[in-house]
């Protein structure tokens, strides 16, 4: 299910013109800042060989910085003022990285989701779970039973899911109950498929942030499921 916060900042976000523009750290690797946390564009941030930062703008914009690198956190690219410009960028960044990564590997090419929230379980690839939230494994609706089994990679132990006919979502626990783990095999009848969980913190509820970092990530399909959200609420006339 798609949470209430999010759909109240949707109204936010589309109403209000986008002003000074605040960063959302979504990855940090040689240099002292934490996923999740926020900072001014601009800030002089240092990477040394090998570093890496990438941050989420408060439009959607995703900003990559790698090491060597000695100066401000800023996208060269002018904000995008209104909803309908930053969804028009949005939905181009989602199609530059899905043509990047493949539309096989990135699931642009799956059968939507009704709820950005749902996790694919018939699929391998990426996928964003909002920290500390149950995951809701879903599967395009059918007719037909269908098992699965999960795994963690060293196979330590397995999970079983029966959908019976014309069930679409298992509600199931954090994943923090479940070993932390966060990379799953999955089985399905002769089929063997990996799906990687990326978690992104409850505290980040902004929705063009929150489809920035699922397009970073390569929840395309996700992604597509929350742009189908934002598209309806400009076309109802919230915004511009």
Same mark, same amino acid.
């Given at each position: 299910?798609?949470?209430?916060?999010?759909?109240?900042?949707?109204?936010? $976000?589309?109403?209000?013109? @986008?002003?000074?523009?605040?960063?959302?750290? =979504?990855?940090?690797?040689?240099?002292?800042? /934490?996923?999740?946390?926020?900072? &001014? !564009?601009?800030?002089?941030?240092?990477? *040394?060989?090998?570093?890496?930062?990438?941050?989420?703008?408060?439009?959607?914009?995703?900003?990559?910085?790698?090491?060597?690198? %000695?100066?401000?956190?800023? #996208?060269?690219?002018?904000?995008?003022?209104?909803?309908?410009?930053?969804?028009?960028?949005?939905?181009? @960044?989602?199609? %530059?990285?899905?043509?990047?990564?493949? #539309?096989?590997?990135?699931?642009?090419?799956?059968?939507?989701?009704?709820?950005?929230?749902?996790?694919?379980?018939?699929?391998?690839?990426?996928?964003?779970?909002?920290?500390?939230?149950?995951?809701?494994?879903?599967?395009?609706?059918? @007719?037909?039973?269908?098992?699965?089994?999960?795994?963690?990679?060293?196979?330590?132990?397995?999970?079983?899911?029966?959908?019976?006919? &014309?069930?679409?979502?298992?509600?199931?626990? /954090?994943?923090? %109950?479940?070993?932390?783990?966060?990379?799953?095999?999955?089985?399905?009848?002769?089929? !063997?498929?990996?799906?990687?969980?990326?978690?992104?913190? &409850?505290? =980040?509820?902004?929705?063009?942030?929150?489809?920035? $970092?699922?397009?970073?990530?390569?929840?395309?399909?996700?992604?597509?499921?929350? *742009?189908?959200?934002?598209?309806?609420?400009?076309?109802?006339?919230?915004? !511009?």
């Amino acid at each position: 299910m798609m949470r209430a916060s999010l759909l109240l900042v949707s109204a936010i $976000w589309f109403a209000v013109p @986008t002003a000074a523009q605040s960063l959302v750290v =979504v990855e940090a690797r040689g240099v002292e800042l /934490k996923v999740g946390s926020r900072l &001014d !564009e601009g800030r002089q941030v240092k990477l *040394l060989a090998g570093g890496k930062l990438v941050v989420v703008r408060s439009d959607g914009t995703v900003i990559s910085l790698r090491g060597p690198h %000695d100066g401000p956190v800023r #996208s060269k690219a002018a904000p995008n003022r209104g909803a309908g410009r930053a969804l028009a960028a949005l939905v181009a @960044t989602r199609n %530059d990285r899905a043509n990047r990564v493949g #539309s096989v590997r990135s699931g642009s090419n799956a059968a939507p989701l009704p709820s950005p929230w749902f996790i694919d379980i018939t699929r391998p690839g990426e996928r964003c779970l909002v920290e500390g939230t149950p995951i809701s494994w879903w599967r395009p609706v059918t @007719t037909a039973s269908q098992d699965f089994t999960l795994f963690p990679l060293d196979r330590s132990w397995n999970a079983q899911f029966r959908f019976a006919a &014309d069930q679409e979502t298992i509600t199931i626990t /954090k994943v923090s %109950d479940i070993d932390g783990t966060k990379s799953f095999l999955i089985k399905d009848g002769e089929r !063997e498929y990996s799906i990687r969980l990326h978690l992104i913190p &409850d505290t =980040v509820t902004e929705p063009a942030v929150v489809t920035g $970092w699922m397009i970073e990530k390569g929840c395309i399909q996700q992604a597509d499921a929350l *742009l189908a959200y934002l598209s309806r609420d400009v076309k109802q006339g919230i915004g !511009e």
